[in-house]
């Protein structure tokens, strides 16, 4: 499995941008897909994952929640990650994972993900 994560980049803070990963997999509908960042000197921290299915359930962390959408598009192998209302805190080199059998009490658990993404960064200026 090859993980390709791209669309990272520098925008001003209240900017948006959308990430994308591209899987290198058969049967990419049967793992779910998570996003992690990592800021500079800080550790890598959970951000939002999605259920197997094109419209499955859908996990954020607090620090997100209505400012970031996943989503996947299991006919291109794809998982995206629409930010919106980007904060300077937000700045990270964000990953993409994925994992079979993840169960939803896991997803923010990077330790479930058995494939990662070489990242992409994103700076927010302020």
């Known amino acids: 499995v090859q993980l390709q994560a791209s669309g990272g980049g520098l925008v001003q803070a209240g900017g948006s941008l959308r990430l994308s990963c591209l899987a290198s997999v058969h049967s990419f509908s049967t793992y779910v897909m998570g996003w992690f960042r990592r800021a500079p000197g800080k550790e890598r921290e959970f951000v939002a994952a999605?259920?197997?299915?094109?419209?499955?359930?859908?996990s954020y962390s607090d620090s997100v929640k209505g400012r970031f959408t996943i989503s996947r598009d299991n006919a291109k192998n794809a998982v995206y990650l629409q930010m919106n209302s980007l904060e300077p805190e937000d700045t990270a080199v964000y990953y993409c994972?994925?994992?079979?059998?993840?169960?939803?009490?896991?997803?923010?658990?990077?330790?479930?993900?058995?494939?990662w993404g070489q990242g992409t960064l994103v700076t927010v200026s302020s």
């Open positions: 999605i259920n197997r299915n094109q419209y499955g359930s859908t």
């Open positions: 994972a994925a994992g079979r059998g993840v169960i939803q009490s896991a997803r923010a658990d990077p330790g479930a993900y058995a494939y």
